[in-house]
């Protein structure tokens, strides 16, 4: 699987936009571009993926480079509840199931 | 409709116990995938496995570790003869679809924690 590289931490004020980066220059093709997040003492949660064109969900924003070389999360307005460990993960398009995680972006949002 | 059920939530066992963890997939879902996380690490892939099947054990520990997903019941991740090494959070996922699609949602349960003694 192609690695990613994400900043070990970053912090967000309550109700400001928050962008996490994700950096993930080996890219192939058929890579599509997940992220998961995990809440304290909890389960990872799907949050949003992509390929090549930008996203929007209920939850976040993904903003992917035109070189697909790099992505970005966006959450539009940080809540306390945001504050979790977010992954950028690739999966190849034909290849197995399963998530590959890395170290994640630990995203603390102050009141 | 339920999420990912997982079982038990804590689990504590004594060096050379065996300790079997239970996960019930959501409902319709047939590809249950089982991933470890290690006390301040990252998350493991360990298993993946459909219906009776096992499709991926590439991240399973060779000895001691087994999982199953019978085709009437929950998935099992079974650990012969623990060691305090095995001490971890021990999550299940499942999707719909598995395999080869790359859209296919992974729902998570909320973990097993694990401690030996």
Redesign the interface.
């Known amino acids: 699987d192609a690695k990613t590289t994400q900043p070990n931490s970053m912090e967000s004020n309550e109700e400001e936009p928050v962008h996490l980066p994700c950096n993930h220059s080996t890219i192939s093709g058929t890579d599509?571009i997940?992220w998961y997040r995990?809440l304290p003492s909890?389960?990872?949660?799907?949050v949003i993926?992509g390929l090549t064109s930008n996203v929007n969900n209920r939850m976040a924003s993904l903003a992917i480079a035109e070189d697909r070389k790099s992505s970005t999360l966006i959450l539009h307005r940080a809540t306390l509840r945001d504050a979790a460990v977010y992954?950028c993960i690739l999966?190849?398009?034909?290849?197995?199931?399963?998530?590959?995680?890395?170290?994640?972006t630990i995203l603390t949002v102050h009141p | 409709n339920a999420g990912?059920m997982q079982n038990p939530r804590h689990l504590v066992r004594r060096r050379g116990q065996e300790a079997r963890l239970r996960c019930s997939p959501m409902k319709g879902h047939s590809?249950v995938?089982w991933?470890r996380q290690l006390p301040e690490e990252?998350?493991?892939?360990m298993v993946?496995l459909q219906k009776e099947n096992i499709?991926?054990e590439s991240?399973m520990p060779k000895e001691r570790f087994s999982a199953e997903f019978p085709k009437e019941g929950p998935s099992i991740l079974r650990i012969q003869q623990v060691v305090r090494g095995d001490s971890a959070a021990y999550?299940c996922?499942s999707?719909q679809?598995?395999?080869?699609?790359?859209?296919?949602?992974?729902?998570?349960?909320?973990?097993t924690r694990l401690t030996v003694l």
């Open positions: 599509y997940h995990q909890q389960g990872p949660e799907y993926h992954y999966r190849d398009g034909g290849g197995y199931g399963k998530l590959t995680f890395g170290q994640g | 990912v590809h995938y991933y990252g998350l493991k892939f993946y499709i991926d991240g999550f996922a999707s679809i598995g395999g080869t699609s790359s859209y296919n949602e992974q729902f998570f349960g909320p973990g």
